[in-house]
């Protein structure tokens, strides 16, 4: 009887190591916040206010996103060579302050080749954050005997959306674009300091293994899920992008422009546990695929939406995916590969090149054709051909 005690207790939320195991999770549904939906993702509902007052073009656009992309890649592939940087408290915090600094001081000048050097910083910090957090809290809940929980982390990428959704329209009241980059960053240095305070861990100190296996696996079985990967990439990041500034261009829907950033955020923090969960039910395939189905209708509808319910739906297929597709993706691959993190970089790697390329061929082919119904079809086209090479990919258990 008090064994069976023992075990409930365990896995009480109002216990010590249930409360430290919550703390812990919600610093780095915090630290999400602040490294991705607002360093990296940001810029989709602050681009159409410098549209709006600077005159920016979509090739202009499109370049900054993809230097953010790059430097995002960058980031990702130098932890994957030297992971024990992640480790170093050194790179943490100066990851953390460059963060901030790069959102803020966009605010600070017109320069291009400014902009474009502060989003590829941007970028590379966000990566190294995103797994230094996946790491520290992965480790810590696990230890305490909660990893059940990690899969809500990512959800603090939805909820950083939803609240730059919410707080660039005020912060455009006050100044313009420069007040929301300023706003933002400010905000964001608010939620770092209350992430930091929370997911400190005061019970236990990890020690921390890097485990080396000489064990190899083929790369054969995981180049086509890598290639729908590189397709998801290139179309997903359009939307990502460029979807704001295309709602706000739609006549009778500009004002609903930057809740859509909302919807989007809402729809992705769901999704980190809905995709797994349907996952579970069915297949890996199978949620896989649909997936990328309803990613592409919702791109695909978008080219011509002009009602607020299409809109709507587009931004919800959109965010309700995106995450998820990610997430299975990245847990397929380690399957794949017996648990070796290769696999995770080699994918991640095909991604990061679809995310680079995808805003750049949108924007110039937009300022080229006045307007994103040919940049949309063929994201729509890309997302669909991820459909596709999932359907056919036979490394898949079932």
Known sequence: MSTMKTCVGKHNL??????????????????MIVAMGIGRFVFTPVLPLMQRDLGMTYSVAGWLAGLNYLGYLAGAIVCSVYPRIIRNQFIAASSLLLSLATTIFMAGTTSVPWWGGMRFIAG??????????????????????????????????????????????????????????????????????????????????????????????????????????????????????????????????????????????????????????????????????????????????SIYADSVVEVFFAAIAFGGTFLGIVALTLAEGTRRAGGQGKAAAILTAFFGIGQVLGPIVAGVLADSNAGFALPLFIAATSVGLGAVCTIFDKGFKR
Not at 14 to 31: H, K, P, S
């Open 14 to 31: 109002l216990d010590r190591d249930g409360w430290t195991a919550f703390r812990i999770l919600l610093g780095g549904v915090l630290g």
């Open 124 to 301: 590379v910090v966000s990566a190294v954050l995103f797994i230094i957090i996946v790491a520290e809290v992965n480790e810590a809940l696990t230890r305490q005997g909660y990893s059940r929980w990690i899969g809500t982390l990512y959800g603090g990428v939805g909820l950083g959306i939803v609240l730059s959704g919410l707080l660039v329209p005020q912060f455009d009241k006050l100044g313009g674009w420069k007040s929301a980059w300023i706003g933002m960053g400010i905000v964001a240095g608010f939620l770092a300091l209350a992430g930091i305070l929370l997911g400190r861990k005061k019970e236990f100190i990890p020690s921390v293994t890097i485990h080396k296996t000489n064990s190899e696996f083929e790369i054969k079985k995981l180049w086509v899920l890598a290639l729908a990967y590189f397709f998801e990439g290139f179309g997903y990041i359009v939307s990502a992008t460029f979807i704001v500034a295309i709602i706000a261009l739609t006549p009778g829907l500009e004002s609903f422009a930057p809740y859509s950033w909302v919807a989007v955020g809402v729809a992705a923090a769901l999704a980190t546990v809905f995709w797994p969960f349907v996952a579970q039910r069915t297949s890996y395939k199978k949620a896989l695929m649909w997936a990328y189905i309803i990613q592409a209708t919702g791109i695909a509808i």
